[in-house]
C-alpha cells in the first residue's frame, strides 16, 4: 500500500497548528476564521469560543483605533510586520505582544483576510522597565557610577561621574577607565583584575585623577555583571577626600597632643574627660584608662565673654597630692581642652629666676657695673 503524501494546504496547516507561536486569521469583516493551539494557551480562548467572533474580542478598548489603522493598511498591500502593541487574555488581563500582519490572497492576487503572529513579550517589557528604572536611579545618583568591560572599555557613565571627574559622557566612553582615571590600586592592577574575575566583586579605596588634575579618593565597589554577550564591570565611586584628608589632619594633631611635653587633656561640656595624652599619665600619676580620678572641681565650661571663650584656672589633684594648675585654652562650646601645669614646680622655677636677678643687681651695685654690661 502506497504512503499517503499530504497536499500542499494540509501540510501548511500541521505547521500552523503545531507552532509555539500564536497564529490566527481573520476574514475582511473581521471576523476570527482560524485559531492555532498557540493561541489558545496565549489568549485563554479554545478554537470554538473564538471562531467567528469579532477581532476585537482580544483587543482592549484603547487599541481599537491603531487596529483599524494596521488593517487599512494591510487591505492596501502592506505587510505590517514586528510592531509592538497590546492584548487582553479571556479574563480581562492585559499583555504585552509583538505582532505581525500579512494579507491573505489567493494565487490571483485577490483579498481574502488577514493573518496574525503573536508573541507574548510581557516579560521583556517588564525586564526593560526595570532597566529603565534602574538606569534611571543611577543617573539621579550624586555618586559616580559607570560600567566597563575588559575588551570595550567604558559603556555606560552618570552624571554623577561627569561631576566628579570632569569627563563628559561622549569623552569617557570606549576608553580605559584605568587610564582615563589614572587610577592607583593597592595591588598590581594585573593581580586586581584576576581577582575581581574570580570573585566577580571588590571593594576598597582608590585613588584617581580628575580632568583637571586634582586627585580625589573614592571609596569603590566592583560588580561583575553578565549580559549578553559576554561580562561588564559596575563600578560605584564615593568620593571621600575631604574625609581622608580630614582624617589625616586630625591624626597629625592626635600626634602632637600626644607626643608633648605639656599634659594636655580634652573633655566634653558635662565635665567628661574625652582625651588624655601621655604627659597628663606621667603629672597626674594615672593611665589613660584612670585618669577620670584625677578630680576636676571645675566640672563646667568656663563662661562666655564677649562671644569668645574665656580662660579658667583650677586645681587638680594627682595619685602623689601636689596641687596642679589647669589652663583652659580658648575653645569652641562643645569640648573644652586644657594645658596642666605643675603649680609646685612653677612656683619654684619663678622663685629661682627672681633669685638669680636679685643676686645680679646686689653685683652690680657693688661694682658700679652699669645694668647694660661690663664697664670699661
Same mark, same amino acid.
Given at each position: 500500500?502506497?504512503?499517503?503524501?499530504?497536499? +500542499?494546504?494540509?501540510?501548511?496547516?500541521?505547521?500552523?497548528?503545531?507552532? =509555539?507561536?500564536?497564529?490566527?486569521?481573520?476574514?475582511?469583516?473581521? !471576523?476570527?476564521?482560524?485559531?492555532?493551539?498557540?493561541?489558545?494557551?496565549?489568549?485563554?480562548?479554545? #478554537?470554538?469560543? &473564538?471562531?467567528?467572533?469579532?477581532?476585537?474580542?482580544?483587543?482592549?478598548? =484603547?487599541?481599537?483605533?491603531?487596529?483599524?489603522?494596521?488593517?487599512?493598511? /494591510?487591505?492596501?498591500?502592506?505587510?505590517?510586520?514586528?510592531?509592538?502593541? %497590546?492584548?487582553?487574555?479571556?479574563?480581562?488581563?492585559?499583555?504585552?505582544? !509583538?505582532?505581525?500582519?500579512?494579507?491573505?490572497?489567493?494565487?490571483?492576487?485577490?483579498?481574502?483576510?488577514?493573518?496574525?503572529?503573536?508573541?507574548?513579550?510581557? &516579560?521583556?517589557?517588564?525586564?526593560?522597565?526595570?532597566?529603565?528604572?534602574?538606569?534611571?536611579?543611577?543617573?539621579?545618583?550624586? +555618586?559616580?557610577?559607570?560600567?566597563?568591560?575588559?575588551?570595550?572599555?567604558? %559603556?555606560?557613565?552618570?552624571?554623577?561621574?561627569?561631576?566628579?571627574?570632569?569627563?563628559?559622557?561622549?569623552?569617557?566612553?570606549?576608553?580605559?577607565?584605568?587610564?582615563?582615571?589614572?587610577?592607583?590600586? !593597592?595591588?598590581?592592577?594585573?593581580?586586581?583584575?584576576?581577582?575581581?574575575?574570580?570573585?566577580?566583586?571588590?571593594?576598597?579605596?582608590?585613588?584617581?585623577?580628575? @580632568?583637571?588634575?586634582?586627585? /580625589?579618593?573614592?571609596?569603590?565597589?566592583?560588580?561583575?555583571? =553578565?549580559?549578553?554577550?559576554?561580562?561588564?564591570?559596575?563600578?560605584?565611586?564615593? =568620593?571621600?577626600?575631604? @574625609?581622608?584628608?580630614?582624617?589625616?589632619?586630625?591624626?597629625?594633631?592626635?600626634?602632637?597632643?600626644?607626643?608633648?611635653?605639656? #599634659? $594636655?587633656?580634652?573633655?566634653?561640656?558635662?565635665?567628661? $574627660?574625652?582625651?588624655?595624652?601621655?604627659?597628663?599619665?606621667?603629672?597626674?600619676?594615672?593611665?589613660?584608662?584612670?585618669?577620670?580620678?584625677?578630680?576636676?572641681?571645675? &566640672?563646667?565650661?568656663?563662661?562666655?565673654?564677649?562671644?569668645? @571663650?574665656?580662660?579658667?584656672?583650677?586645681?587638680?589633684?594627682?595619685?602623689?597630692?601636689?596641687?596642679?594648675?589647669?589652663?583652659?585654652?580658648?575653645?569652641?562650646?562643645?569640648?573644652?581642652?586644657?594645658?596642666?601645669?605643675?603649680?609646685?614646680?612653677?612656683?619654684? *622655677? @619663678?622663685?629661682?629666676?627672681?633669685?638669680?636677678?636679685?643676686?645680679?643687681?646686689?653685683?652690680?651695685?657693688?661694682?658700679? *657695673?652699669?645694668?647694660?654690661? /661690663?664697664?670699661?
Amino acid at each position: 500500500m502506497a504512503k499517503e503524501e499530504p497536499g +500542499e494546504t494540509a501540510y501548511l496547516a500541521a505547521i500552523v497548528r503545531s507552532s =509555539d507561536v500564536a497564529i490566527y486569521s481573520e476574514d475582511l469583516e473581521g !471576523s476570527i476564521n482560524a485559531w492555532n493551539e498557540a493561541a489558545e494557551r496565549m489568549f485563554g480562548y479554545a #478554537a470554538s469560543e &473564538a471562531l467567528g467572533q469579532p477581532i476585537y474580542l482580544i483587543i482592549p478598548d =484603547d487599541r481599537h483605533a491603531e487596529e483599524r489603522d494596521v488593517l487599512r493598511r /494591510v487591505h492596501a498591500g502592506e505587510r505590517v510586520g514586528h510592531y509592538n502593541t %497590546v492584548r487582553q487574555r479571556k479574563g480581562g488581563a492585559r499583555f504585552h505582544v !509583538s505582532m505581525v500582519a500579512s494579507p491573505i490572497r489567493t494565487p490571483g492576487g485577490v483579498l481574502l483576510g488577514v493573518s496574525k503572529v503573536a508573541r507574548d513579550i510581557t &516579560a521583556q517589557k517588564e525586564l526593560e522597565a526595570r532597566l529603565a528604572l534602574t538606569s534611571a536611579l543611577i543617573e539621579l545618583s550624586h +555618586e559616580a557610577i559607570f560600567a566597563w568591560s575588559l575588551t570595550d572599555g567604558i %559603556v555606560e557613565w552618570n552624571t554623577g561621574c561627569e561631576r566628579l571627574y570632569g569627563y563628559s559622557r561622549d569623552e569617557a566612553l570606549g576608553r580605559i577607565s584605568h587610564e582615563l582615571l589614572h587610577t592607583v590600586h !593597592s595591588l598590581p592592577l594585573e593581580t586586581f583584575l584576576a581577582r575581581l574575575v574570580a570573585q566577580r566583586e571588590w571593594s576598597g579605596e582608590l585613588r584617581h585623577r580628575t @580632568r583637571d588634575g586634582r586627585e /580625589v579618593i573614592v571609596e569603590s565597589r566592583h560588580q561583575v555583571i =553578565d549580559v549578553e554577550g559576554g561580562s561588564v564591570v559596575l563600578e560605584t565611586n564615593r =568620593d571621600v577626600t575631604d @574625609r581622608r584628608h580630614a582624617d589625616e589632619t586630625r591624626g597629625r594633631l592626635a600626634a602632637l597632643v600626644e607626643s608633648s611635653e605639656d #599634659a $594636655i587633656i580634652g573633655k566634653s561640656v558635662s565635665g567628661i $574627660i574625652t582625651s588624655w595624652n601621655r604627659a597628663a599619665e606621667r603629672l597626674f600619676g594615672y593611665s589613660a584608662r584612670e585618669g577620670h580620678r584625677a578630680i576636676d572641681p571645675d &566640672a563646667h565650661p568656663a563662661g562666655a565673654t564677649n562671644g569668645r @571663650r574665656r580662660c579658667a584656672r583650677s586645681h587638680w589633684s594627682r595619685r602623689d597630692g601636689p596641687p596642679l594648675r589647669h589652663r583652659q585654652m580658648p575653645k569652641g562650646w562643645k569640648r573644652d581642652c586644657g594645658i596642666v601645669d605643675d603649680l609646685a614646680h612653677s612656683r619654684c *622655677e @619663678r622663685r629661682r629666676h627672681r633669685g638669680v636677678e636679685d643676686r645680679q643687681r646686689y653685683l652690680r651695685a657693688e661694682t658700679g *657695673e652699669p645694668a647694660g654690661g /661690663v664697664s670699661r
